[in-house]
Antibody, heavy 121, light 107 residues
Framework: EVQLVQSGAEVKKPGESLRISCKGS????????INWVRQMPGKGLEWMGR????????DYSPSFQGHVTISADKSTSTVYLQWSSLKAPDSAMYFC??????????????WGQGTLVTVSS | DIQMTQSPSSLSASVGDRVTITCRAS??????LNWYQQKPGKAPKILIY???SLESGVPSRFSGSGSGTDFTLTISSLQPEDIALYSC?????????FGQGTKVEIK
């Protein structure tokens, strides 16, 4: 069974750093890109960026480029989303999602359960 | 970037009603259009991919249509368990933009 399991909720102060994780299982980890999606409270979904775990190639939305870093560790089948200096507007739910690779339709077929990040002084 | 515009932003309908949600892309995306359902407090779930293909396990009352720039998600007979946020997404090019979502409620 394909699963993406994300790390738990975080409470941080502005200016602090943070890394959240998404661990894949039940499939060949390097076969599918992993995406990160933000959902601010009461709002819609925003695509942040993606990584190809086979070679760690990344691609970011212009809205998030330079503010977050996506990385992957093939040895543990884990993808990370990292901030070096959090801001209050980073408070949101963050989802990882796998991009399907077999049908060429590129939809997100499996999602993590979400990680809630709260940034408050 | 390709902008995705959904309408309406919310709707309230009765059980058994036919519900239609539209999604418009700012440029042609062929059939690279996906629909997701997100129930309160849960992660999104794929309903329809490639504009009209029903994901395995999704009830047949859900259907999708369209190509190019204009797309539609239809729920043929609204059920209480369909209360959710519905979002379209283009998978034609990066950034893989989503529509702003349509909140469906029961009247």
């Amino acid at each position: 069974e394909v699963q993406l399991v994300q790390s738990g909720a975080e409470v941080k102060k502005p200016g602090e750093s943070l890394r959240i994780s998404c661990k894949g299982s039940g499939y060949i980890f390097t076969s599918n890109w992993i995406n990160w999606v933000r959902q601010m409270p009461g709002k819609g979904l925003e695509w942040m960026g993606r990584i190809d775990p086979s070679d760690s190639y990344t691609d970011y939305s212009p809205s998030f480029q330079g503010h977050v870093t996506i990385s992957a560790d093939k040895s543990t089948s884990t993808v990370y989303l990292q901030w070096s200096s959090l801001k209050a507007p980073d408070s949101a739910m963050y989802f990882c999602a796998r991009r399907e690779s077999g049908r060429g339709t590129y939809h997100f077929d499996y999602w993590g359960q979400g990680t809630l990040v709260t940034v408050s002084s | 970037d390709i902008q995705m515009t959904q309408s309406p932003s919310s709707l309230s309908a009765s059980v058994g009603d036919r519900v239609t949600i539209t999604c418009r892309a700012s440029q042609s995306i062929g059939k690279y259009l996906n629909w997701y359902q997100q129930k309160p407090g849960k992660a999104p779930k794929i309903l329809i991919y490639a504009a009209s293909s029903l994901e395995s396990g999704v009830p047949s009352r859900f259907s999708g249509s369209g190509s190019g720039t204009d797309f539609t998600l239809t729920i043929s007979s609204l059920q209480p368990e369909d209360i959710a946020l519905y979002s379209c997404q283009q998978s034609y090019s990066a950034p893989r933009t989503f529509g702003q979502g349509t909140k469906v409620e029961i009247k």
